[in-house]
């Protein structure tokens, strides 16, 4: 609360940014310790959470006020007009503190208290179980075994205690392969396919140099083929683009020509003092040591791969370039489409895609292993991996199979959630839109397949919200050492427990098919399959042509017929009960009768006195499968209506005329 000097500002304006005639609402600015609150003068709500906040500017002050613009990593724009300028000035300052925390420990989600006990917190945080999903997936097994060998992270940090390796990949062999790959992150499973015998691997680059090769690294990579009965070569797909390895090559080739002009220089001047030489020997290898590509001389049995995903920095760019269009009032059509297609966006959707799907077909048509990697093994790959699994495995398809799919292989193998959406006050070249790449992806396939997955896109889009609220502890922090150490599960909350309470409203009503339930999922990459997600960069812009979700027609049509159903029902139960109300009463008739002891001729003559009293459409009643409407009947309403003719009636022995 130190940083906040203005708690409440009224007779603020909310303009609309879409608006041609500048429309605004009126209604009072609140500033707490962890929201921004806008209560119109209709009593609506706005409530903006300051870890949304990506940026706040003062514009220049107007006859209206001081106009304050500000953008949400949730892509909500608002755009306030304060009064007082000094008013405007102390919120301004206040943001830029609120929204920048310096400590992960003053983050929203250490101080959240949604009303649960300790007990309850930690149910939901072992609602997901990894070993568990591995045993679905069938390991360990005779091929794939449980590693401890980071049990205590000596050997990567930024991988989870237990990883999964080959059986026949000894320690020492996963200590070498370690040091030769970048960070430490070494190949392990990801995904193992058990009908195809395959597996989905991943790690970062080597640090190859120009020359350098690692034993222990290629013996690893055996091992990953020999685990697969069903094929002997395995792929190594490289996420990073082509023109960046021949990039690499050639830079290579110069620091072999300028080390053979240099080593030929020393031997030949010998004025070159033995210290230069050093120096610039040391130069060369401390270039050569860079990250580099596996030389495919040193492995046999194996297929290399390029599918082209650019990096962070490119990534960051190309949202940027979006965002500045979708915020562009007045555009035309032809410029829409003229800006979307030079920000990349798209294009980039479309490589990621690619590349998962490459990966898919090499298992499910090769039965093939496949090792992914990009630099440091946890952007691209992360984003190629999950995907692959996606389009194999429909558990993934599934409300908590997706939630296992994060946690498996964005959470756990170590996505720099942190620093890749800005949780605290750091580099601002750290940050990059991964994760939302992917959970668009998965959305352009929601599109291709709307009866292959169980949730909607209101499901991607809340998981989106909290990956930058900071709400719940799954996304804090940048691998599970470092969550271990926040001590996460004892002091904040798993966010998958409450999207099931709410699971309700991520429902696909489409899901269902039994056929697409269980297929592998071939989309279709052709350029016009790629569309812009107008409710992920547009969901708070209301007055932005407003339609309506087809999903929430459906829904409502679901929850009516469900309601219909149920009246059904109910309206059964009763004519049920109006059944049995009559036999009772016919029932009851016939025990009365029954106890007695009434003579035959008796019998009859109450019985016509009881026909004569009952109205016509009442005896036509009794009359089985008829109706008051069905006059089919109708000729034998007088018969039944006379009296019954004279009979011979025998009583007590004495034959006797009754009439």
């Given amino acids: 609360m130190e940083h906040i000097r203005t708690t409440k500002v009224e007779q603020v304006k909310l303009l609309d940014r879409f608006s041609t005639s500048n429309k605004s609402l009126t209604g009072t600015l609140y500033l ?80 959240y208290n949604p009303k649960q006990n300790d007990a309850e917190r930690l149910r939901g945080w072992e609602l997901i179980d990894l070993a568990e999903e591995y045993k679905r997936m069938g390991v360990p097994n005779s091929n794939w075994q449980l590693s401890d060998a980071n049990r205590d992270y000596k050997i990567c940090e930024t991988y989870p205690r237990e990883l999964y390796v080959p059986r026949i990949a000894s320690k020492p062999i996963i200590v070498g392969s370690s040091k030769f790959r970048s960070k430490g992150r070494f190949p392990v499973l990801s995904y193992y396919h058990q009908s195809k ?107 290399f791969q390029f599918v082209g995903i650019e990096n962070i920095h490119v990534m960051r760019s190309s949202l ?8 562009t009032k007045g555009l035309s059509v032809n410029d829409f489409y003229s800006g979307l297609e030079s920000s990349g966006w798209l294009r980039h959707i ?59 292989d964005w959470i756990a193998f170590g996505h720099k959630f942190s620093e890749r959406c800005g949780h605290l006050d750091g580099d601002p070249k750290e940050v990059s839109p991964v994760f939302t790449q992917f959970l668009e992806c998965v959305w352009h396939l929601t599109e291709q397949f709307p009866q292959g997955f169980e949730f909607n896109e209101a499901f991607l889009l809340q998981i989106h919200e909290h990956i930058h ?40 009503p489409l899901y269902g098919s039994q056929s697409q339930k269980s297929a592998v999922l071939e989309p279709n990459t052709v350029s016009f399959n790629f569309k812009f997600w107008r409710n992920m960069y547009h969901q708070f812009d209301r007055t ?29 139960s009763q004519i049920k009960q109006r059944k049995n109300k009559q036999t009772d009463g016919i029932l009851s008739k016939e025990l009365l009768n029954s106890v007695r002891p009434e003579s035959p001729a008796l019998k009859a003559t109450l019985s016509l006195k009881e026909q004569a009293l009952l109205p016509v459409n009442d005896v036509l009643r009794t009359i089985e499968g008829s109706s008051p409407a069905d006059n089919r009947y109708s000729e034998y309403a007088d018969e039944f209506s006379k009296a019954e003719p004279a009979v011979v009636s025998l009583e007590y022995g004495v034959a006797r005329m009754t009439c």
């Fill in 32 to 111: 707490t310790a962890t929201h921004l609150l806008f209560i119109d003068a209709h009593q609506k709500e706005t409530w903006i959470l300051h870890h949304h906040i990506a940026s706040v500017e003062k514009l220049a002050l107007t006859t209206s006020g001081c106009p304050l613009v500000i953008q949400c990593k949730n892509f909500r724009t608002v755009h306030f007009i304060v009064p007082r300028e000094r008013d405007c000035h102390d919120i301004y300052n206040s943001l830029l503190q609120l929204s920048k925390q310096a400590k992960y420990e003053d983050l929203y989600a250490f101080s």
């Fill in 197 to 303: 015998e395959a597996a989905i691997c991943r790690c970062s680059q080597p640090l190859s140099g120009f020359s350098a090769r690692c034993l222990e690294d290629e013996h690893l990579l055996q091992a990953i083929s020999k685990a697969n009965p069903a094929n002997r070569y395995m792929y190594v797909m490289d996420t990073r683009p082509r023109h960046r390895v021949q990039s690499w090559w050639a830079t290579q080739k110069d620091i072999g020509r300028i080390i053979v002009r240099i080593s030929s220089k020393i031997w030949n001047d010998e004025k070159i003092r033995e210290s230069d030489e050093k120096k610039r020997l040391n130069a060369m290898a401390n270039r050569a040591a860079g990250k580099g590509y596996e030389n495919e001389d040193n492995y046999s049995n194996i297929r």
């Fill in 320 to 327: 940027q370039k979006l965002l500045e269009v979708n915020g």
């Fill in 350 to 408: 479309k490589a990621v895609m690619d590349a998962a799907i490459f990966l898919a077909k090499a298992i499910e048509a090769e039965s093939a292993s496949v090792l992914v990697h990009c630099s440091d093994g946890w952007d691209r790959t992360s984003q190629v991996c999950s995907l692959g699994s996606l389009l194999l495995d429909p558990y993934y398809r599934t409300i908590r199979g997706f939630m296992v799919l994060i946690e498996k």
């Fill in 469 to 508: 609220s900071c709400q719940f502890g799954n996304f804090i922090g940048n691998c599970q050492k470092e969550r271990e150490e926040l001590k996460l599960k004892e002091k904040t909350y798993s966010l998958w427990p409450f999207l099931l309470d709410d699971q309700k409203k991520y429902l696909n």
């Fill in 544 to 572: 932005l042509h407003p339609r309506q979700s087809v999903f929430n027609i459906i829904m409502n049509m679901n929850e009516q017929n469900k309601q219909l159903e149920k009246d059904i029902k109910d309206l059964e």
